[in-house]
Each structure stands twice: as structure tokens, then as C-alpha cells.
């Protein structure tokens, strides 16, 4: 059964840093796996989605890269400004039951 | 402006009572889903309907019902037998419910049930 983890649950860091949040998953058989930016008591919006063919995929100040073999994606936020405070969530989409399965979500916070 | 809409925003009810959320889409997609999002806890798949008068239960149905009658709208009937309805709901669809087609979600519907 495939099962989503991002690590880590939140993070706080000051303005103008660069970042990295880590999502892993157990079965490597996989059409895609998307990002999305949740703000607090609203739906999902789409950042990225790599196909499983793609190492990465860019958009901005982001840059999401996917390693199928060993199960990782990273999603990289160069230079964080206070509006990209927000919940991340990745999810994937498995050959197995043609279904995106969401992991728990990283809270970044990004403070003046 | 093309989306997803989700109504209404709040929603609050008396434990015992059924409850409908709506959802409406313009963007054409023929595929659409219910989520539910409790805190904590990943988004879990309740039913979803690749086209017109077809669905199929997601993860957790027990407790739920939906209606395809048209290709924009698909509403999440919550019943009596659901036994912890309070949570987030949330709406979504793709042009088509296969492997590389990206998900477009609405705002939410947060259901208070007391």
C-alpha cells in the first residue's frame, strides 16, 4: 500500500532563506506526484506535477525534483518571502490503484 | 473565471440530520472527486466520478452519498450513519481520471455537526 511521509511536519524560517521540503514514498510505481499550497481554511492550489518520466519541474522561485528509485521528492524554495508561508503537501499517484495519496503536509512558516 | 465552486463556506447541523455540500465546476472536466480533510491526517478520498451518472467509492464512503446527474456538479450527501462528519471537505476535479492529469481543487466546505 502505498504511504506518503513529508518531513518535516513544520518549519519556521527567517525571510530571503533558502528552503527544502521533503516528501518520500514507499511504492515507486507512480504516474506523478504533485505539489500543492494549502492557506489556512482554503482548498489546494497546484504548484508543480512532474510526470514519472521527469527528474524535476520548474516554476519561479520553485523547483521540484523527483527520484523514483529511492522514493524522494524535494521541493526548493529559493529565496522565501512572508506570502509563501503556507501548508505544502505533496501527493502521489500510483499505477496500483490510479489515485493521488496526500501525505500529512509540511506548516512553513516565513517570518519578516 | 473558470473553477471549482463549493457551498457553502460553513455549514453547521444537528448530529442525526443529513447534509448536502454542493460542488460545481465550469472548467469541462469530466472527472471529480470528494475529499475529506481532518487535522493532522492527509486528504482521504471519499467517492469520485469519472463522467456523467457513474461514481465509484474512495477509501472511506461509509457514510456518504453522491449524484453525477451532470457533468459540473457533484454533490456529497453526508448522512445520519457517518459517525464523525465533522471535518473539511473538499472538492476537486481533472480533465480525466487518468495517470497525468492534474488535480484542480475548490475552497472547502468546513462541517460543524454538534
Known amino acids: 500500500k502505498q504511504e506518503v511521509t513529508q518531513i518535516p511536519a513544520a518549519l519556521s524560517v527567517p525571510e530571503g532563506e533558502n528552503l527544502v521540503l521533503n516528501c518520500s514514498f514507499t511504492?515507486?510505481?507512480?504516474?506523478?506526484l504533485q505539489w500543492f499550497r494549502q492557506d489556512p481554511g482554503k482548498g489546494l492550489t497546484s504548484l508543480l506535477l512532474?510526470?514519472?518520466?521527469?527528474r524535476e519541474q520548474t516554476s519561479g522561485r520553485l523547483n521540484a525534483s523527483l527520484d523514483k528509485s529511492s522514493g524522494r521528492s524535494t521541493l526548493y524554495i529559493a529565496a522565501s518571502q512572508p506570502g509563501d508561508s503556507a501548508t505544502y503537501l505533496c501527493?502521489?499517484?500510483?499505477?496500483?490503484?490510479?489515485?493521488?495519496?496526500f501525505g500529512t503536509g509540511t506548516r512553513l512558516q516565513v517570518f519578516p | 473565471d473558470g473553477g471549482i465552486t463549493q457551498s457553502p463556506k460553513y455549514l453547521f447541523r444537528k448530529e442525526g440530520q443529513n447534509v448536502t455540500l454542493s460542488c460545481e465546476q465550469n472548467?469541462?472536466?469530466?472527472?471529480m472527486y470528494w475529499y475529506r480533510q481532518d487535522p493532522g491526517q492527509g486528504l482521504r478520498l471519499i467517492y469520485y466520478?469519472?463522467?456523467?451518472?457513474?461514481?465509484q467509492k474512495g477509501d472511506i464512503a461509509e457514510g456518504y452519498s453522491v449524484s453525477r446527474e451532470k457533468k459540473e456538479s457533484f454533490p456529497l450527501t453526508v448522512t445520519s450513519a457517518q459517525k464523525n462528519p465533522t471535518a473539511f471537505y473538499l472538492c476537486?476535479?481533472?480533465?480525466?481520471?487518468?495517470?497525468?492529469?492534474?488535480?484542480?481543487f475548490g475552497n472547502g466546505t468546513r462541517l460543524t455537526v454538534t
Open positions: 476537486a476535479s481533472s480533465i480525466a481520471d487518468r495517470g497525468n492529469s492534474p488535480l484542480h
Open positions: 511504492d515507486s510505481a507512480i504516474y506523478n
Open positions: 512532474i510526470q514519472s518520466s521527469q
Open positions: 501527493a502521489v499517484r500510483s499505477y496500483n490503484t490510479d489515485k493521488l495519496i
Open positions: 472548467l469541462n472536466h469530466d472527472a
Open positions: 466520478s469519472q463522467i456523467v451518472n457513474d461514481f
